[in-house]
């Protein structure tokens, strides 16, 4: 996780990856398969942050893996990891459009709901 980043960027990142894995693992599998290309992943643990994308270890029928999620552009901060995880479950979605909503799209559809409707404030 060292790829020329700082110690804040470190640890924002650690507890992102660590929110993710532990709330929506269903969703970090989702990208496992559809964003990294492992569509035999059983499941899924994001491990590490740089500035270029996020190393997973990755369990298959035939023992463990691991892939990566490669970012459109080098990030600089962890502030800017949500937004490039955003894009990359975008992208996933639009190559698995019949697969089931993950929970954190779930979550994210529902916060925008939420937001937007005048009646929840």
Known sequence: MNRDISTDFTAGAANILRHLNSRHPDTV???ARYSAGIADALAAELVSADREGIDMSVKRALGSSTGRLQFGQPITAAAELRPQLRGLL???RAAAP???LTSLEE???TSRANHHDPGSR
Do not use: V
């Open 90 to 92: 975008i992208a996933a």
């Open 98 to 100: 019949q697969e089931h």
């Open 29 to 31: 599998l989702f990208l």
């Open 107 to 109: 979550e994210m559809s």
